[in-house]
């Protein structure tokens, strides 16, 4: 796949590489980088030959941060209200796709990861930061809502509300260290390592039964909105019962 503001590339048999792609503009997203995403999750989602996605963003100077603001503010003076909840939501679907891909999504952060990056790096499933790394939930910095881009159904779940009201009301950022002691990521490396650290993640994982990756994400995605224990327990019981006439047939 061939993009203009996205990288691809498929560092081994099973595992691949996303990077944010514009280095000069601290990797904020613009409308080019949302078609190019919306292309790359949409071809994700049937292959079945592709199991760990690395997501990551391109240079030193930091992960993402958020939406071209320079480029958002002309195009946003043209919209109606009709308009900018369209594009509002083409944002949000960008999330919950990430969530519906098969792949298990590896995101390493350095730097900021602010806005719609922040939100990228809630969207995926692990989280892997350098000592440099700090999010912030900036929507609310730009005079409108902290509740944006998933972060109002992500954060709270998990880092506990009392935390993720604090950071969606003022727009702090979360450090790294504060990263870590409240489990937002799994694991904090020096920023030269944070590649090959996926990579050995990534690897893990893709030893396992790649059936037993997909119906494990999709477990735990079900199970932040189940009802309660007996629902969990048949989606387990389900899962459990597939792969086993899979494994030992």
């Known amino acids: 796949m061939s993009f203009e503001t996205i990288e691809y590339n498929v560092s081994e048999a099973g595992i691949g590489v996303l990077t944010l792609n514009r280095e000069d503009k601290y990797n904020a997203v613009n ?8 292309i790359f999750w949409a071809e994700m989602e049937n292959d079945v030959n592709t199991h760990v996605v690395i997501l990551r963003g391109k240079g030193e100077k930091g992960f993402c941060a958020g939406l071209d603001m ?14 900018f909840y369209h594009s509002q939501s083409r944002m949000g679907k960008l999330m919950l796709k990430m969530r ?11 730097g900021a990861a602010a806005g719609i ?16 790394a700090r999010f912030s939930a900036a929507y609310i910095n730009i005079g409108l809502g902290g509740a944006d881009m ?8 998990m880092i506990g509300a009392g935390r993720a009201y604090e950071f969606m009301l003022t727009g702090n950022f979360m450090s790294a260290d504060e ?15 944070l590649l090959d650290t996926a990579l050995e993640l990534a690897r893990t994982m893709n030893s396992k039964n790649h059936a037993g990756l997909r119906l494990t994400k999709e477990a735990i995605n079900i199970n932040l909105d189940i009802g309660g224990l007996e629902q969990a327990l048949n989606l387990e019981n389900r899962n459990q019962a597939l792969l086993y006439a899979e494994v030992f047939k």
């Open 179 to 193: 990263a870590m002691s409240l489990g937002f990521a799994s694991r904090m490396v020096e920023k030269q390592l």
């Open 150 to 157: 998933a972060c109002s159904y992500f954060l709270p779940r």
């Open 117 to 132: 990056g922040f939100s990228f790096a809630l969207s995926s499933d692990v989280r892997i930061i350098s000592p440099d």
């Open 31 to 38: 409308q080019q980088m949302m078609k190019d995403l919306e």
């Open 70 to 83: 320079q480029e958002g503010m002309q195009i946003q003076q043209q919209m109606n209200s009709y308009q």
């Open 100 to 110: 519906q891909v098969p792949q298990i999504i590896i995101c390493v952060v350095h």
